[in-house]
């Protein structure tokens, strides 16, 4: 069998976060709202309405162009984009074809940069139902949705699997929550894909011929959808059958792509200037403006957590893929730093306690997260919170098993770490001689153990302290069990 190379570009629809839709006074925030009531004689397309240009939707799109490292074209327009479907009232889409608001960027995904070919805006279109009245099949037309601020994100073909294209997608989904110009919730048609997939045998300098795959609504469908069409096309070029360029769609519920129509060119859609719409110039005084509205995104932060906080490259991309999560961490580094120092801002930061903060992040903080479903603002629980029961455990009042179930406590109930140790009795057992008697109790019940362990088996004084600490309930300090029953044993 010959070796192919697959090559995928993504076209990336984002729904930007208006108020008003993005030639319209009408709501933009449409969702969960009874059909057709986010509507108006613009965006349902009516004779003789005209558009109006939304502006926080064209800043929002330049913050999006900055951040993917993109040339903000000073001079933009509009056009027409002529096509018919039942959820396009006007019959054209208004889009950008020749002067985008950006172009020219890229876009680094696991080191490798994939060159971003454009960033424009457009208006979404409305959503077609599919249902039954009657006990007939009917497909009805909600145009809430229609009007709705869109930009669409090109790529080059850089892309070489459907892994990496997964990857490139959930950066740019990652972004976007940082810049907070839009939601990006896929179950909410916040963020779709469309993806050129073609492949090519290795010996070939000529790309493939292309198959589109359309309206892609997770990272999970689309990485199946590419893994299926580049199966597909491997198949159909090894047993002599020809590529044709086509438009597929992606059916989940049988794992496939079927054929939808044969490929529109631009020609196609007729495209032309809009003539109710001005050009527009931007000015470089709204992008510099812009530019230092831009947050420090998720590499940049990544990239400084490991210098400043000496976290590997895991730790630091794990604990910058939320940016409340990123915020949360390094204000409990800040905190746990200023104890020993003493000061308002700390002068320097111990990589010893950030790596210890890091831990309880990734671990306790993300797993309660995950099984109540909130997010970080959600969370029951402050930075300086954690600090308090971490300088417990320095100051050995409780050890670290008894610190998670604290933690948990301190999570759904809102209290302080010393409340429920006090509350619950969970202060650490450290006297020698009170554990050297519950030990000599256990040395007592487990005679066998202790004569394994004096015939070698290193295994066995580990099961001797687990006895301790589950008669304790956790609360010995392990440390001094320990060395008391090393003593003991001798």
Not at 196 to 206: C, F, G
């Amino acid at each position: 069998m010959k070796e192919y190379i697959t090559t995928i570009g993504l076209e990336v629809h984002v729904q930007l976060k208006t108020d008003s839709k993005m030639f319209c006074s009408s709501s933009a925030r449409y969702f969960g709202a009874s059909p057709n009531s986010h509507t108006c004689p613009v965006c349902l397309g009516l004779p003789g309405a005209l558009p109006v240009i939304n502006q926080k939707a064209i800043e929002s799109a330049i913050k999006v162009g900055l951040a993917l490292n993109c040339e903000i074209n000073k001079e933009t327009k509009f056009d027409r984009k002529s096509y018919f479907y039942p959820d396009l009232p006007k019959g054209y889409q208004i889009s950008q074809l020749d002067k985008p608001i950006a172009q020219g960027g890229y876009l680094e995904v696991d080191g490798r940069k994939i060159r971003i070919n454009r960033a424009h805006m457009e208006e979404d279109t409305g959503k077609l139902i599919h249902t039954k009245v009657d006990g007939k099949d009917v497909s009805l037309v909600d145009f809430n949705r229609s009007g709705v601020p869109l930009m669409e994100i090109v790529s080059e073909p850089d892309l070489n699997s459907p892994e990496e294209a997964r990857a490139y997608a959930k950066k740019l989904h990652q972004i976007m929550r940082y810049l907070g110009v839009a939601d990006v919730d896929m179950e909410k048609a916040g963020m779709r894909f469309d993806a050129n997939v073609s492949i090519r045998p290795k010996s070939s300098k000529t790309l493939g011929t292309k198959v589109e795959i359309k309206n892609m609504n997770s990272f999970s469908f689309m990485e199946k959808a590419l893994v299926y069409e580049v199966t597909r096309q491997l198949k159909a070029l090894e047993s002599g059958e020809k590529i044709i360029q086509e438009t597929r769609g992606w059916v989940e519920n049988k794992g496939v792509t079927v054929s939808q129509r044969i490929k529109e060119t631009s020609p196609d859609y007729r495209y032309f200037p809009e003539p109710d719409l001005p050009p527009l110039e931007i000015s470089d005084k709204l992008i510099e403006s812009l530019r230092k509205q831009t947050p420090e995104l998720p590499n940049e932060k990544s990239e400084r957590f490991q210098e400043d906080y000496a976290l590997s490259i895991y730790d630091a991309t794990q604990i910058t893929e939320t940016q409340g999560i990123a915020e949360w961490f390094e204000e409990a580094v800040k905190d746990y730093s200023m104890v020993e120092q003493e000061v308002k801002e700390p002068k320097h930061v111990d990589s010893r306690k950030a790596k210890v903060i890091a831990n309880w992040v990734q671990g306790e903080l993300v797993r309660l997260l995950k099984d109540n479903k909130h997010t970080i603002k959600e969370a029951n629980v402050e930075p300086a919170g954690l600090v308090q029961l971490l300088l417990l455990i320095d100051q050995g009042k409780i050890n670290q098993q008894i610190a998670k179930q604290v933690f948990a406590k301190m999570y759904s109930s809102g209290k302080s770490p010393s409340y429920i140790i006090d509350e619950e009795g969970l202060t650490q057992i450290d006297t020698a001689d009170e554990l050297g008697k519950i030990l000599d109790v256990i040395i007592g019940e487990n005679q066998k153990a202790v004569e394994d362990y004096k015939k070698g088996k290193e295994q066995s004084f580990k099961f001797l302290i687990g006895q301790v600490m589950r008669k304790t309930k956790g609360k010995a300090n392990p440390k001094i069990v320990s060395a008391i029953l090393s003593e003991k044993l001798k």
